[in-house]
Every structure is written in structure tokens, then in C-alpha cells.
């Protein structure tokens, strides 16, 4: 195979990383807000603002632990797909894919199962007022008859990605992004149907992102030629598409998992708690998605690198993605740090908003966004390990972090802190977690160093 502009083997290493990131950035943000529309728009137009928006919230922590394997999933078999590709081996590229859409269909199908059989169940264990359970159970389960449709973008966008191409699900996204937000508009403001009416807007965007992006992969990959047959199947594919996305699947799970106790305890703190805090909670998210995407590139780079030996090249790809990375959460801190109430109120009109719940929402984004920073350090290290395949390590590193983030939770909420415990429980994981991250990428770095390269 030929190189060409999908190859991240060869080239100036800051602005290959620079260009090739800025499209996933660009998706992430676009996502990111994609996921926000629905409480931009219920919290602002729904007859009852600040409980709908604790609807969508609670509804979205199980949905993340669904999602997770989603996301997980993904994020293995874009390494797999990047590995082979930078290893010039094209039917194992398209074995990869062939194996990995039939995988994520039956994961797909028993999640579904999952969700609509036990979400009742789940919705009382995480303490749901009952002033919002009804519409928190409604969001729920149209999002989960909506699982086919995202496990099949992240799928497609995760392969194109891992082939270079980290534009075209960018558009998509925007084009369906766009379509969320008119059709939130439509149910939420024209029909009245607030939680409901949200639900069914993203339903129906995440479809029509879905199909495109389906469209483009199957183009993308008749392109890629075979010197045989591909298989339809492959076992020992499966193995190594389990064994790569094990460790994420595990990151994504318990980071769901934690963050539905850690909600379970601030749901016990009072609705203006849960109110601050998701709202707080979703801008942090943002600042720290933007990051994500960089890091995904990066994974993608030190694949494709590592595969073709190009182990300098690794080092320097670190460092470019984590300058790039630095500038966007110092932006961030500034702007959730300087002007909390602005953003808050944006999701939630001032006057469907309790002070408690704006005081809660500005302490959150005060404390927690002033080590934005460190957290970048922690996640551009992980998507480096992940990339060169220590995948031990950075499982190890996101427990750590995330097992302390629960315990101090409880510990500080139950020595008197209150919602004081939460946002410094966030903070103190965040340290430790980048701690451990960066002794790991130090030991990761220098095991791959000795690797030799992959036959064809």
C-alpha cells in the first residue's frame, strides 16, 4: 500500500497532529453539544426547567454505563484497524472491520435487552425523585431503542478515523447535529412534549448520522484493495479486538459505574444538588472532550507508528498533543472559572432556577475546572499507552482516579463537607490518576522502544 494523506507515519509530526485533530476536536465539540441541546432547549422551554433537566441527567448517567461498551469497543477496534493499516496489511484491515461489525451487533442487541429490561430497576437504585421519574424513565428507554444507531456511528466514525480520515464524520455530525437541535425545537416548543420530545429528537438525528456515516465506510473500504478474500469472520481477530478493548470497555464501565454512585449520593443531597451538579457536570464534561479527541488521534498516531517502527516519532506525537491539549483546558478554566453564572443560566433560565442550585452549580465549576489541566496531563498519557498497547497500565491508572473519586464522595459527604466533598473528591482523583498515568506512559514508552515490527 501506498502512502498517502491517511498515512500518520511520515511528515511533520506537529502539523500532521495538528491537522488531524483539529477535524476530531471539531466532532467532539460538536458532540459534545449535541448531547447538551437537550437540556439547553428543556431547561429553558419546558414547563418545569430544573426538573426536567435532572431528568435528562439521571437518565444519562445509566445511559453512559450502556454506552460504555459502545465507546469501549470502539475505541479497540480503532486501534486494531490503525495497527494493520500503518502495517500496510489491507486484508486484515478489512477483516478487522467485517469481524468487529458482527461483534458489535449481538453487544448491541444484549445491552438493548439490558436497558429496557432492568432500566426501572436501575432508575430507583440511583434514588430518582419521584417529582421526575416518570420523564426519566421515558428518556431512557427511547435513548436505548436508539443503541443500534450509535453503537454503528461510533463504529463508522472510529474506523474512519483509524484510516486517517477524521473529516467526513465530522460533517455528519454537524448535519445531525443541526437536526437535533430543529427537532428539539419541534417537540419540545411546537408539541409540548418537553423530556419526551428530546428523546425523539436524538433518536431520530443520531439515525440519520448513522446511515451517512454507514455509507461512507462501505465506500472507504471497496477503495482498500485485497490481495485476497477477506474473511467474513475471523476468530483470532475477535480475540485480539476482545483483548484491546477489554481495558477500555473496563475504563468506560467503572468511570459509568462510579459516576452513578457519586450521583446516587448527590441525589440524596436534594434536587437544587442535582441540579447544580448536572449542569456543572456537563460544561466540565465539554472542556474535557475536546481533550478526549486529541487523545483518540493521538492512540491512532502511536499505532500506526508503532506498527512501522517509527518510535521517535511517538515521543514527539506526545508532545505536540499535549501542548495542543494544555492550550484547550487553560481556555476552558478561564472561561468556567471567570463566568460560572453565565454558563449556568444558559442551560437553565434564571428565573426556573433555585440560588441554592446556581450556588451549587458555581462552586462545582469553580474548583473542579481549576485542575482541568491535570486532567488533561492524565488523559493525553492514557491515549499514549493505549496507542503503544499498555493496556494494563492504563486501566490501572483510570481505576485509581476513579476509586478514589467514589470513596471520597461518601467519606467527605459524611463528615459534614456536603456538596463541598463532591467537587473536591473530583479534584484530588483527577491528581493521582495523572500521577500514575505518566509513570506508566514512562514505562510504556520504554518497552515499545524494544518491539520489533510487525510482518505483513
Known sequence: MEKS???LTGGNVWKILLLYSLPL??????????????????????REGALAVDAIGNATVIINVLLAFALGANGGCSVIVAKYFGARNNVR?????????????????????????????????LSVHGSYFDDCRAYLYIYVGSLPF???????????????????????????????????????????MDVAGAAWATLISQAISCILTAAVLIKKLKAIPAEIK???????????????????????????VGNFFINKRIN?????????????????????????SMTNGLSNFCSQNKAACEYARIKKGYLAVLCYAMITSVCFLILLVTFPQFFTNVFIQKEKLTEQAMAYSVQFLVVVSSFLPVVCIKIVSDGAVRGCGGNLGFTI??????????ALVYIL??????????????????????VIAVAFLLITLKKTSKIKKLPQ
Request: negative net charge.
Open 150 to 192: 450509535v453503537f454503528l456511528y461510533n463504529l463508522g466514525c472510529g474506523i474512519c478515523s483509524a484510516l486517517g480520515d477524521s473529516k467526513t464524520p465530522f460533517i455528519f455530525l454537524v448535519i445531525s447535529s443541526l437536526l437535533n437541535i430543529g427537532l428539539d425545537f419541534l417537540f419540545v416548543c411546537g408539541f409540548h
Open 230 to 256: 477477506p474473511k467474513v469472520f475471523d476468530k483470532t481477530l475477535l480475540k485480539e479486538l476482545t483483548i484491546t478493548s477489554i481495558p477500555v470497555i473496563l475504563q468506560q464501565s467503572f468511570v459509568s
Open 268 to 292: 440524596l443531597l436534594g434536587e437544587d444538588a442535582t441540579t447544580g451538579f448536572t449542569t456543572a457536570f456537563k460544561l466540565v464534561c465539554m472542556a474535557n472532550m475536546g481533550v478526549v
Open 397 to 406: 491508572s483510570t481505576l485509581a482516579d476513579l476509586a478514589l473519586r467514589v
Open 93 to 125: 484491515v478489512r477483516e478487522t472491520v467485517n469481524t468487529a461489525i458482527i461483534a458489535f451487533a449481538v453487544l448491541c442487541a444484549a445491552l438493548m435487552v439490558t436497558g429496557f429490561a432492568f432500566g426501572n430497576f436501575f432508575l430507583k437504585a
Open 25 to 46: 476536536f471539531g466532532s467532539a465539540m460538536v458532540q459534545q453539544f449535541y448531547s447538551l441541546v437537550d437540556l439547553l432547549v428543556v431547561g429553558n422551554f419546558a
Open 5 to 7: 494523506k491517511t498515512d
Open 413 to 434: 459527604t459524611d463528615v459534614g463537607w456536603g456538596f463541598s466533598g463532591v467537587c473536591w473528591a473530583w479534584s484530588i482523583g483527577w491528581a493521582l490518576g495523572a
